[in-house]
C-alpha cells in the first residue's frame, strides 16, 4: 500500500477507535520505532515529544488526527500503548509483514518532499548522519556531461 492509503487507513481505524490507527500512523506518519511509541506524548506545537534510543528526547511534527487520538487515549486508556510484541503481531494482523518498514516509508517521503538530510536525521532520532544517508537516492541530473560541455561533440 502506498503512503497516502495507508496515512488514511490509519486515520480511519483512529476515528473507529481502533488503538492500532494510533500506532500505525505513530510510525508512518511520524517514523517512530515500535518501542517509542510507548513514550509518545502530545508536545505543544503541533508535535509529538518521544524517548528515542540512548533516552535522547525528540519532538516529530505530527497531524491533528494522531495528536487529538493520542491526548484521548492516553487519559482513557493507561494500558493503551502495551508491548512491543503485541504491537508488532497486531500490525502483521493488518498485513504489514515488516512494521519497522512504516517508518522507512516516512523518512523516504521526507526526502522525496525536499526535506535536507539534516532534517530527516534529527527528525528520525539518527545520531549519526550516514544512518540517514540510505534514503537518500541520489537522481543522476538529465545531460550534464552536455551541460558541462564536456562532450565530444559539444
Not at 511520524?30 to 511509541?37: A, Q
Not at 488526527?65 to 503481531?89: E, P
Not at 504489514?96 to 518498514?101: G, Q, V, W, Y
Not at 544512518?131 to 561533440?153: C, F, S, V
Amino acid at each position: 500500500m502506498a503512503f497516502k492509503d495507508l496515512s488514511r487507513k490509519a486515520i480511519e481505524m483512529t476515528q473507529g477507535g481502533d488503538r492500532r490507527g494510533i500506532w500505525l500512523g505513530l510510525m508512518l506518519c511520524c517514523g517512530l520505532r515500535i518501542s517509542e511509541i510507548q513514550t509518545a506524548k502530545v508536545a505543544p506545537g503541533g508535535a509529538i515529544k518521544v524517548l528515542g534510543k540512548g533516552n535522547k528526547e525528540r519532538l516529530v511534527p505530527a497531524p491533528e488526527w494522531l495528536r487529538t487520538a493520542l491526548n484521548h487515549k492516553s487519559v482513557t486508556q493507561k494500558d493503551w500503548t502495551k508491548g512491543r510484541k503485541l504491537i508488532w503481531a497486531e500490525m502483521k494482523k493488518l498485513r504489514i509483514r515488516k512494521p519497522h518498514s512504516l517508518r522507512h516509508t516516512y523518512a523516504s517521503e521526507l526526502v522525496r518532499n525536499d526535506l535536507e538530510l539534516e532534517q530527516v536525521k534529527n527528525l528520525l532520532g539518527h545520531a549519526k548522519l550516514d544512518t540517514t544517508l540510505i534514503y537518500a537516492r541520489t537522481k543522476l541530473p538529465d545531460n550534464l556531461t552536455i551541460r558541462l560541455g564536456i562532450e565530444a561533440d559539444a
